[in-house]
Structures are given as structure tokens and as C-alpha cells.
């Protein structure tokens, strides 16, 4: 695949033109009728909440309570994951992070928008760049899988959690450093161990001090899910093969359009206009759906970045809610013949947000064969990105006509520039969101219960009163059909 | 891995014993309070509309108008298809399924839960069966990176379209019909491919007839969301060592179970509770949200099943309508961190069901390592797939005290047998929450508009008019921001 070939990253960035269109036409009322869309009026009054929501984000990130904002024009850090890239790359055949949710995700989805879909099956030397494998679960067949494909000895382990405390990721962990110092000795470890973490706290920093582990800084303020442009993300694609050079500058141009007005905005736009399809039109539900296979894990990120900081029961000054949009995944074309009947006839509770591509990185001809049949004969000589992006137009225009709305956010080429663009604009949207709702999007306190019900069943010190809460629960064995 | 190691199957099924249970008592008032689930009285209704949907199911089976419910028992296709994977499991390397939607989407999920997750990426011995793809889309970068890794002269290519016609699926074969031409010649051509379509009609099935290729029927009545146990899904996962002869007596078995009075009865009280959740208490979004690696794909699967089934405009008297319910794939332990935070304190429009399995096919214990570091003792000498159940349990819990309801389907192993009767249960589920809501669960008209307007927007002959009214859209420049 031509992405990525030669070298791949080097402090200067390539130089960057436009990364982004944002069309809502078909949100509108023209488009889509009164009852399903906006109208001018709603956008006149959006104007206003948009200009409020901006002036409020950038007090906040005057005050440093916002430092994601600030990642893209960091320096430090980057530095130091291209220097790790350098050296790992003949160092390791394998990277393998362990982490979930916030220390995935992003990773996950810039990988797979910007090396080739057929990196980890590729050849050694095709590829150029070790493997990069994502252990995101604690199932043991899915770990295992990983762990028998990756030769422990060509491996470098990428442990990251924030709190350092998380049990999924440290259970992993725990496996893999006894494994390391039976296979390799105790010495050895230390070269096949990254911890990634908070600079100061918690149990993996202690580690990573008594046992002079090597280790990157989580900056304080920054969570899970806005941490792809930190140490969590850059590392493991520095080492990849990902040119985080020009994706940090994607990243960076978005922090300064964002300064624009707001019916110029993206960012702003994006939010405003889903916050009112949401509370006016009822659509609960926003379906993030690429035409492109790259971009299908952007969509699961974005997934967590939305729906984990919007999803709250508490509104900023204390009022019971239940706030929130829940992002769905879906992939052009394919879910057209999965999701597509759905949206078009289904409950009004949806909107859709296409993500195009206007030219891919690969082309493919379809030939012109077969032609004694008629009904074949249009699709001869034609590319195959081509027939991808009529579909998402076609469909487009089915749905609007259906009265289903829909928007689209759409990049020249998929590259690293872009990317970060397209992410950094979600990541400031998603604030911006926050402040429509009048939440508190940074925080995610209701995952606490589900952990501490773990700890209880797992038998862990001072959660006993949890076990005991737990066992209390009445269990009708009426509702159980073997 | 230990699944599916030795000889993979024989026309002899492994006996069969419990292999699903549905527990409910986190969707009742009980658990959830009467706002948030359901009472006895509802419980009560349920029976009635349940014996009667059964009622009418079994009328239309007997007319044989649901053909899906008989495929578990039916030997011809079956043999056939272990024939072909005893004779390719030599000859190729790998298999490509072209196929998208219904073709596709049975076959990636049983493929991933039913062989080793490392399948793909496997030594050649050690895997002891040919790779699969399923190239389920035309975007030129996820295509052309499959046909990177799969030698032609090494690749059977499984082209799947029960019409003939679809434009995703022909395109696909078209340059893969070139490319063995051109590089194997025109004889070796008949080698590589495997034509799934249609027994009579279709541009597919002429083909078949004029170049003289090897063909499997798709039976008349069988749509593609139903057809994982026809060729369609048996073919290419019997050639990648996938045990069918279980996996449909799972399906028989779940087919048997059906029998079963309302309230004994998992297929039905799987529609009935869904329908009532969804229409009593506006739960109009269903979680799907497998606690293993390996049922991933069955959620997405599922995903088109009950979506493109359930999702219609039209009453069968003919009313107009939006009815359905959107089920969202998600995935335990990971979403945890990604999605509980929405699933616990966002609106109220969702249910959850966990699919869970009690043992896993392959144990990792957690080692006694860092035991200076008490906040990790808990997890020493704990296996993964045990703090992973107890994450599953943890979190059913902890969203029913906040009143959000879910119900459970558990396997005590995931098997041929369990997955095929899983499987076939929510088909059976599906048809009968078609009754319910008295709509056609069987069509999908839906989905026809966005095609016209692709093939107006490609050139297609007599589909000029789509392409004009496509071009008529007013596009206000206004709502376009570069």
C-alpha cells in the first residue's frame, strides 16, 4: 500500500492545506422537512449558544483545565517517541500495548487509519515497522492469541494505565512480567517493558521506580479518552510506523480554526448541531458511519470520546438528568446491507454522520469483463473508490428524502494531517458538547459501581460489604430458562 | 488453542446438552423498579401474544414459507460442503469469501468464534486449514490489502450473491475474474472459484451455466440475514476447519427447543421481553454485548438480523409506521471503559443483553507477582476468564441498581453445538418479534432508493432520471464549511 512507504516521520511537518469539509445540508428543513430538520431560525439561535459555549472553553483553557487543547504543539514528548521509534524499530518485530478503553482506542484507530490494513500480516520486510497488536480485553483466548503470535524475546510491551490501578490492564500486566522473567531472566525485562502512566502516582509508577523501568508521563488533566496525543498514543505509533509529526499538526491546525466564528466553525458547528438535533428533533441516537475501511476504528473511538462525556446524570449545577447521544459505529457500504433499512424506515431517532474520503491511497479498476451482461455493464471502467463514494452520496440522498437526516465530514486523502485534524475537531466538539448540555464532560463517575461489585465478587480486601450486597440480590428462578 | 484442534468434524454430531440459558430477572420491576421493568402482570400478557405469534409461526412454517427453520436438519448442502473442505483444505491456502451484508456477516461471525482468534496470522502446520477473509466491502485499500496476502494461484475465491446483481459483490469478482485470467489463464480460472447464488435465476447463476463454474445453491425463501446455515455461511467455514456438522445440530437442537411452552420457551420470551421493553418502556435501543473475544462478530451479525428485520415503515395491514428497535454491538470487559458511563447515567432508551460464557476454551491464571503492592493482591492466582465473568456479573448489577435494565444469555461453553443453537434462537427470535409487531420481519424495501441513486450517479443505463434528480438536490453553499 502506498501510505507510509520510505520514511516515515521526521520533526518537520509536511505542509498542510484543507483537511476538512463539513456539509449539513441535509440537516436542514430545506432538505429534510420542518419536522425532521433545522430551520434558519434554530441556526440563528444556535449562533448565539455557540459563541457562549467558546467563550467559556477558552476561559477554561486560559486556567490550564483543559490541557488536551494544548498537546498538538507539544514538542517534548514526541521527541521522545520518534527517538523510541528509531531505536525499536530494529530493537522489536512486536509492539504490544496493554491497556483499555482511553489507552486503546486511539491507538487503535489512528493504526489502523494510517498504516496498511495488512500491517501485522504483512512480511518483516515489506512492513518495515514492527507489528503493533492491541490488548484491549481480558478474554483468555483473545490474549492468548496474541501472546502465541508474539515471540516474547521480539517483544516490546507497552503497559498503560493512568491510575496505574486499572484490573484489567495490570492483570495483564502480571502475566506478562512473569512470563518475561521465566523466559528471560529477570535483567531482560526491563527492555521489553514501556510503562506509560501518571508522572507521579499510583502503583505502576511505584514499579516503574523501584524496578528502574522505562516509562512515559500521562500529563494530569488529561483523561483516557483525550489522551491519543499524549505518550499513550504516540508512542505505540511512533514505533508502528505512523508519522505523528504531521498527525500532531492535523491536530495543531484544529486548535486554530477553532478560533473561528461559529457558523464557520467546525468544531463548534458539529457540536451545536447535533445538540439541537438531539434536543429539538429527538435524535438519541448519532451514527458515525466512514466509507472507508481505515476509518472504521475512528469511529469506535469516537464511541467512547462521545458517549463516555456526554452519557450523565447530573447537570453542572447539580439537577438530576439524564443526558446524553449515543454514538453508533457503522461502515460504508457495507452496512448498507446490514444498518441501512433501519435508518430509512425505522423509529425517527437517528442522525446520520458520514465520514468520506474523496481519494483513496489505493485505486482498483474494475475491468471491463463480462460483457454480454447488460446489467454488469455500468460498472466496467470504473474505480472502486468510485462506486464507494456514489454509494455514500446515493445514500445520502435516500435517507434525505426520506426525511432521515444526516451530515457528512469529509477529507481531500486520508493522511496523517488529516486524521489528526478530523480527531482534534471531535476532541473539541465533544468539550463544546459538554457545555450545550450543561455537563461536566470530563468525568465518568458512574463506572465506579460495576468495580466495586467486581472487587467484591473477586474476594478483594475492605470490598467484602460489596460480595455481601451482591449475594443479597433476590434472584427469581423463574426468570432463568435453562 | 484448544478449540477445533484434530480432525474437525464428520457427519456424526457430538451429543448435545444444555447449551443456552436466558435469565430475566434484571429486566423485571424487581430488580429494576416498575418505572424501569417489568411486572407480573405484563408477564402475564406476554403469554398470550407469545402463543399466538408461535401459533402463526408454525402456520407459515408449515406452508413453507419459512424455509431458515428447517436448514438445521437438512443433510445435502451439509455434505456437500465438508466434501469441498476435504478436498480444498489441500489445495488452497487461503479462501475469500466476496460478499457483503448477509453474505458475509454469519461466516465472519461463526469464523471468529469458532476458530482460534490467531487463525489468520498462524503458521500454515500449526493452523492445519486454509485462512479466510471475507472481503465485505469495496473500498480499493481493504480489498487490495486481502489480495496482497492471498496468492491467486493458492485462493479460492467464494463469490456470494443470492440476486447476482449486487453491485458491491460483482465488482469484486470482476477483478478478481481478470486477475486469474491474467495470471493463471483462462482454464486454471475454474480452480479459484465457487459461486454461491441463486439455483435458477441471475446474472450470477448464468455464468455459472456459460464459463462452466462450480456452484451452491441459495434456497428459494432464504434472505440473506437468515442464510448462515445455507451454502452460504457452510461452505467457506467448513473449508476453514469450522466443525459444521455441531454447529447444525446446535441449531436443530435450538429449533426443537422452540417447541417449548411460552414461558419455557428462550426464542419466544427473547421477542416478547425485547418487545416489551421496547414498546412499554421506550427501550428502543438493544446492547448486544458479548463478555468473549470470539462473539464479537455474533453481535454484529446479530446486528443486521434484528435491524434490517425489524426496522419498518408499513404494518402488514398497511399502515404507516417507524417501528423497530436498534441493536448496537458491544463488547465485555472493554466497553466497560468506553461505553458504561452512557449505558448507566445516559437516557433511558436502552436494554442490555449480556451474552456470556462460563468456562473459556483456553485458562490464563493470573500470577502471584508484586506482592509488595497490596491494591493488586486480590488479583493473584485469579484466572482471567474468571475476573472477566465477575466483571459481567459486577456490571449487570451495578446497572440494575440504577434502574437499567438487561437480561442475560449464557453458554456454559462455547461449542459448535452452542453457538449454532445461540444462532438459530435469535432467528427464531427475530421472525416472531415480526409478528408482534405485526410487521414483515423478511423484507427489506428500504434499502432500494440509495441503490438507484448510486446506479444514476454511476451512468447505469435507464437509471438517467435517479441521476437527474439527484443533481436537482439544492445545495445551499451556506451550510458547506471548508
Not at 499524549?230 to 500532531?248: E, Q, R, W
Not at 458517549?307 to 459505529?329: C, F, M, P, V, Y
Not at 491511497?361 to 455493464?377: T, W
Not at 426520506?402 to 465533544?430: C, D, E, F, H, I
Amino acid at each position: 500500500m502506498a501510505q507510509q512507504s520510505g520514511v516515515n516521520d521526521s520533526s518537520k511537518p509536511s505542509k498542510v492545506e484543507n483537511l476538512l469539509t463539513l456539509d449539513y445540508n441535509n440537516l436542514t428543513s430545506d432538505a429534510v422537512g420542518p419536522e425532521n430538520g433545522l430551520e434558519a431560525g434554530d441556526l440563528t439561535s444556535l449562533k448565539g449558544l455557540l459563541t457562549a459555549a467558546a467563550k467559556d472553553f477558552n476561559a477554561r483553557r486560559k486556567k490550564g483545565l483543559l490541557p488536551f487543547a494544548d498537546l498538538p504543539t507539544d514538542t517534548e514528548i514526541p521527541k521522545a517517541c520518534r527517538k523510541l521509534a528509531d531505536s525499536g524499530r530494529k530493537k522489536y518485530e512486536n509492539v504490544v500495548v496493554l491497556g483499555i478503553g482511553g489507552s486503546a482506542l486511539g491507538t487503535s484507530a489512528v493504526f489502523k487509519a494510517l498504516r496498511p490494513l495488512n500491517h501485522n500480516i504483512q512480511e518483516d520486510k515489506k512492513r518495515g515497522w514492527p507489528r503493533l497488536f492491541v490488548a484491549d480485553n481480558i478474554d483468555p483466548e483473545g490474549f492468548l492469541a496474541i501472546l502465541e503470535e508474539t515471540d516474547l524475546s521480539k517483544t516490546l510491551f507497552n503497559v498503560i494505565s493512568k491510575s496505574g490501578a486499572t484490573a484489567e490492564t495490570m492483570s495483564q500486566f502480571m502475566i506478562v512480567h512473569d512470563r518475561l522473567r521465566k523466559s528471560l531472566g529477570a535483567e531482560a525485562i526491563k527492555e521489553h517493558l514501556l510503562i506509560t502512566t501518571d508522572p507521579e502516582n499510583g502503583v505502576l509508577r511505584r514499579l516503574v521506580q523501584s524496578q528502574g523501568l522505562s516509562a512515559l508521563p500521562i500529563p494530569p488533566g488529561v483523561g483516557g479518552r483525550f489522551s491519543v496525543f499524549t505518550a499513550v498514543g504516540l508512542a505505540p505509533l511512533a514505533m508502528a510506523g505512523v508519522n505523528i509529526t504531521d498527525l500532531l499538526a492535523g491536530a495543531a491546525k484544529a486548535v486554530e480554526d477553532f478560533a473561528a466564528p461559529p457558523m464557520a466553525n467546525k468544531a463548534l458547528l458539529f457540536a451545536g448541531l447535533n445538540y439541537l438535533m438531539t434536543t429539538q428533533k429527538n435524535r438519541t441516537n448519532l451514527v458515525m458511519m466512514p466509507y472507508a475501511d481505515s476509518l472504521s476504528r475512528v469511529a469506535d473511538w469516537f464511541g467512547q470520546l462521545w458517549n463516555e462525556s456526554l452519557g450523565k446524570a447530573e447537570l453542572l449545577d447539580g439537577t438530576r438528568a439524564a443526558i446524553g447521544q449515543t454514538a453508533i459505529k457503522a461502515l460504508g457500504a457495507t452496512d448498507q446491507h446490514s444498518q441501512l433499512q433501519l435508518y430509512m424506515e425505522g423509529p425517527r431517532d437517528k442522525t446520520i454522520c458520514f465520514i468520506g474520503v474523496d481519494d483513496f491511497r489505493n485505486q482498483i479498476k474494475i475491468p471491463a469483463v463480462f460483457k454480454d451482461q447488460g446489467e454488469l455493464s455500468y460498472l466496467c471502467g470504473r474505480g472502486l473508490g468510485e462506486l464507494l463514494n456514489f454509494e455514500r452520496l446515493g445514500t445520502a440522498r435516500a435517507l434525505a428524502e426520506n426525511g432521515r437526516p444526516s451530515l457528512s465530514l469529509t477529507s481531500p486523502k486520508l493522511t496523517s494531517a488529516s486524521l489528526g485534524y478530523l480527531m482534534q475537531t471531535l476532541m473539541l466538539s465533544t468539550v463544546i458538547s459538554g457545555s450545550l448540555y450543561r455537563i461536566n464532560p470530563l468525568n465518568q463517575p458512574g463506572v465506579e459501581l460495576g468495580k466495586k461489585f467486581t472487587y467484591g465478587l473477586m474476594g478483594r480486601k475492605s470490598y467484602e460489604d460489596m460480595a455481601e450486597r451482591y449475594h443479597q440480590g433476590k434472584i427469581n428462578k423463574k426468570y432463568i430458562v435453562p
